[in-house]
């Protein structure tokens, strides 16, 4: 199948990292910059024909990104004492879901679903990108800068093995 150039408003482009996408907290910009590397990997396999390896690969990484970067935000958020804490773990749970519920779609047919799940990847990606990282990220911006020694050190000694796996 020819590569077809993204409905919903992406532009096949790859995304770059700009300061406005800044979070103000370098270890939590650095994980978003490893997302967007992330969108931007399945930019070039959506539409085309993407081997299932590198798909497969994505959603290893997608999913780890949720649970490390994610504990990481949630305790800089705690500390700062965000406000807006629950509701923004709901979104990272939703997020969590999706990535499961592709996942075992993907499973049932790995080489038949590559080229579809890269694209349905890059479209919940992107608007994810636009809609969680630049408005509900940016939320507690304000808060980590009032606390941003705080917040960093939060973020740095955050370790994967805090992080608790589970398929429930
Ligand atoms: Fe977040």
Redesign the pocket.
Same mark, same amino acid.
Request: glycine share 0%; aromatic share 12%.
């Given at each position: 199948m020819a590569k077809t150039s993204k409905q919903s408003g992406d532009s096949g482009e790859p995304i770059r990292w700009t300061t406005a996408m800044s979070v103000g907290v370098p270890e939590l910009d650095e994980d978003h910059k490893g997302l967007i590397e992330v969108i931007n990997l399945l930019k070039q396999h959506a539409g085309a024909e993407a081997g299932s390896d590198v798909i497969r690969q994505c959603l290893v990484s997608l999913m780890r990104y949720a649970q490390v970067h994610?504990g990481r /935000?949630e305790r800089v958020m705690t500390v700062c004492t965000f406000p807006g804490l629950a509701h +923004?773990q709901e /979104? +990272?749970r939703a997020f969590v879901d999706r990535m499961k519920e592709i996942d075992r779609r993907f499973a049932d047919d790995p080489e038949g679903l590559s080229a579809f799940v890269a694209e349905e990847l890059v479209d919940y990606l992107s608007s994810w990108l636009r809609h +969680?990282i630049l408005i /509900?990220?940016m939320a507690y911006r304000s808060f980590a800068e009032h606390r941003m020694a705080e917040a960093r050190e939060a973020a740095r000694s955050f370790r994967t093995s805090q992080v608790w796996f589970s398929d429930s």
């Open positions: 994610f /935000e +923004h /979104e +990272h +969680h /509900e990220d």
